[in-house]
């Protein structure tokens, strides 16, 4: 007996021995792998970049400066994780937590000059130039002393003959490149109109300057300039401060028959405008004869009762809002800027996986006090999910939808595609969803310079979408 504990004891004391030995081992294998490196690259900058950190993991680092960094025709904006710009943006003094060894890139804006031409001005001389970021903004100058025997002075144009686009002394001016603005001259005696701007309801900043031009000539619509309203967003203007009248983007052309006000309008942040898109019938598949390929599904009869849809496609800055990030690629950084006119947050959302899809439409529900669509392992509340996995998951994969929800959701295929062709009111047979003209209503290859561009900017269909 005395010999069975005995043998006992020692199996016991062994295997002890054993996990404290283990225990040692992983301690020391800790301890080695707290320390991680900072590395600061000069990404084709002058000068000498930061010199490297080494801390402990989990500790945090202040994001330093350029230092003696620069860059000809360049201006520093900070750090980022890819040398191309395509990674994390991160500010010089942000408060950064080390986890790994990590390499953060100089990134560098381009700088581009805006000249001022007199364009034949009798006398005076023509504002300075300005050098900006690319896709900043500046407030352009009135004449100064420029004047021309015969004619007022009517604002700016991108071109000597005035068949560029105009832009009013005052208006802001987004630069993309580099550009030269010519006085735009009218003669005395052409009927004037004065084209005027109101700020309706905004909480801050000044509705741009009034500008004046010529009957029967175009003026191109400016931004909100530093306008801004708690709680929404801008998205252009209309003929009336209610929103019920015509509306125009920024950047559009508009042509002066009057004198007119201009008033801003403003959406609200992470409200979806929807569209009621009202039931019936169609051919789910159907070849419309402009895919060019086998991209339609076997045809079959739907019948759809009445539904809301989504008037655009979910933007920036209403994901950001819901989420609290944008996962898109053009997300208006150096090389990604909208293009010239356009609002950024306005952009569609891209690089949105399903997984993202279903908590944004759950989050969005919460948030307008609607009960969820989808319900997963019982919960309708994404912080009940976890991370949304970044590979396939089963347990996310058999995500419900909750009978008689009245929360946000992705539209069936068969509602999409009912929906998208124009229900069964759209007039015509018309080639593509609204028009035969695929300008006209949609963003291509041929069009978009590459680009994804503002939400409402083209034509609708015959449901309003």
């Given at each position: 007996?005395?010999?069975l504990i005995l043998r006992?004891?020692?199996?016991?004391?062994?295997?002890?021995?054993?996990?404290?030995?283990?225990?040692?081992?992983?301690?020391?294998?800790?301890?080695?792998?707290?320390?991680?490196?900072?590395?600061?690259?000069?990404?084709?900058?002058?000068?000498?970049?930061?010199?490297?950190?080494?801390?402990?993991?989990?500790?945090?680092?202040?994001?330093?400066?350029?230092?003696?960094?620069?860059?000809?025709?360049?201006?520093?904006?900070?750090?980022?994780?890819?040398?191309?710009?395509?990674?994390?943006?991160?500010?010089?003094?942000?408060?950064?937590?080390?986890?790994?060894?990590?390499?953060?890139?100089?990134?560098?804006?381009?700088?581009?000059?805006?000249?001022?031409?007199?364009?034949?001005?009798?006398?005076?001389?023509?504002?300075?130039?300005?050098?900006?970021?690319?896709?900043?903004?500046?407030?352009?100058?009135?004449?100064?002393?420029?004047?021309?025997?015969?004619?007022?002075?009517?604002?700016?144009?991108?071109?000597?003959?005035?068949?560029?686009?105009?832009?009013?002394?005052?208006?802001?001016?987004?630069?993309?490149?580099?550009?030269?603005?010519?006085?735009?001259?009218?003669?005395?005696?052409?009927?004037?109109?004065?084209?005027?701007?109101?700020?309706?309801?905004?909480?801050?900043?000044?509705?741009?300057?009034?500008?004046?031009?010529?009957?029967?000539?175009?003026?191109?619509?400016?931004?909100?300039?530093?306008?801004?309203?708690?709680?929404?967003?801008?998205?252009?203007?209309?003929?009336?401060?209610?929103?019920?009248?015509?509306?125009?983007?920024?950047?559009?052309?508009?042509?002066?028959?009057?004198?007119?006000?201009?008033?801003?309008?403003?959406?609200?942040?992470?409200?979806?405008?929807?569209?009621?898109?009202?039931?019936?019938?169609?051919?789910?598949?159907?070849?419309?004869?402009?895919?060019?390929?086998?991209?339609?599904?076997?045809?079959?009869?739907?019948?759809?009762?009445?539904?809301?849809m989504g008037k655009y496609?979910?933007?920036?800055?209403?994901?950001?809002?819901?989420?609290?990030?944008?996962?898109?690629?053009?997300?208006?950084?150096?090389?990604?800027?909208?293009?010239?006119?356009?609002?950024?947050?306005?952009?569609?959302?891209?690089?949105?996986?399903?997984?993202?899809?279903?908590?944004?439409?759950?989050?969005?529900?919460?948030?307008?006090?609607?009960?969820?669509?989808?319900?997963?392992?019982?919960?309708?509340?994404?912080?009940?999910?976890?991370?949304?996995?970044?590979?396939?998951?089963?347990?996310?994969?058999?995500?419900?939808?909750?009978?008689?929800?009245?929360?946000?959701?992705?539209?069936?295929?068969?509602?999409?595609?009912?929906?998208?062709?124009?229900?069964?009111?759209?007039?015509?047979?018309?080639?593509?969803?609204?028009?035969?003209?695929?300008?006209?209503?949609?963003?291509?290859?041929?069009?978009?310079?590459?680009?994804?561009?503002?939400?409402?900017?083209?034509?609708?269909?015959?449901?309003?979408?």
């Amino acid at each position: 007996m005395r010999g069975l504990i005995l043998r006992v004891f020692i199996i016991v004391a062994v295997f002890v021995l054993t996990t404290c030995e283990l225990d040692d081992v992983e301690k020391v294998r800790e301890q080695m792998q707290t320390a991680f490196t900072v590395t600061f690259n000069g990404n084709n900058g002058s000068g000498t970049a930061p010199a490297a950190m080494t801390v402990n993991s989990g500790s945090s680092i202040t994001i330093p400066g350029a230092g003696n960094l620069t860059r000809s025709g360049h201006t520093f904006g900070g750090w980022n994780t890819n040398a191309a710009g395509t990674g994390i943006n991160y500010a010089a003094g942000f408060s950064y937590t080390v986890t790994s060894d990590v390499t953060f890139y100089a990134r560098w804006i381009p700088t581009f000059t805006v000249t001022f031409n007199a364009n034949n001005a009798s006398s005076g001389t023509a504002p300075a130039a300005q050098t900006v970021n690319s896709g900043s903004g500046i407030t352009l100058p009135n004449e100064n002393s420029l004047t021309r025997t015969g004619f007022t002075f009517g604002g700016w144009n991108t071109n000597a003959a005035g068949t560029g686009n105009n832009y009013a002394a005052g208006s802001f001016f987004t630069v993309t490149g580099n550009v030269t603005l010519y006085a735009r001259w009218i003669p005395a005696g052409t009927p004037t109109f004065t084209v005027t701007f109101n700020a309706n309801n905004a909480t801050g900043g000044s509705a741009p300057a009034a500008q004046t031009a010529s009957s029967g000539s175009s003026i191109t619509l400016p931004g909100a300039g530093n306008l801004a309203r708690s709680g929404h967003t801008f998205g252009g203007w209309n003929t009336n401060a209610t929103g019920t009248g015509m509306n125009y983007a920024t950047g559009s052309s508009y042509t002066v028959t009057g004198n007119v006000t201009l008033f801003a309008r403003w959406i609200p942040i992470g409200v979806v405008e929807m569209v009621h898109v009202p039931g019936g019938s169609f051919e789910l598949g159907r070849n419309l004869g402009t895919g060019g390929g086998n991209d339609w599904t076997p045809v079959s009869m739907v019948t759809l009762s009445g539904f809301y849809m989504g008037k655009y496609t979910v933007t920036q800055e209403q994901y950001q809002a819901v989420m609290g990030h944008n996962p898109s690629w053009f997300h208006g950084g150096s090389g990604r800027e909208p293009a010239v006119g356009e609002v950024q947050g306005r952009r569609p959302v891209e690089r949105v996986g399903w997984y993202n899809a279903i908590v944004f439409s759950n989050r969005l529900s919460l948030n307008e006090g609607l009960t969820p669509a989808y319900r997963i392992n019982g919960s309708t509340n994404p912080d009940d999910w976890g991370v949304s996995p970044e590979g396939n998951n089963t347990t996310w994969n058999a995500v419900e939808i909750v009978p008689g929800s009245t929360g946000y959701r992705l539209p069936t295929e068969a509602q999409w595609e009912y929906a998208a062709k124009g229900g069964n009111v759209s007039p015509g047979n018309f080639s593509y969803s609204g028009s035969n003209n695929p300008d006209e209503v949609a963003w291509h290859g041929g069009n978009s310079n590459q680009m994804t561009h503002e939400v409402g900017l083209k034509q609708p269909n015959g449901l309003g979408l």
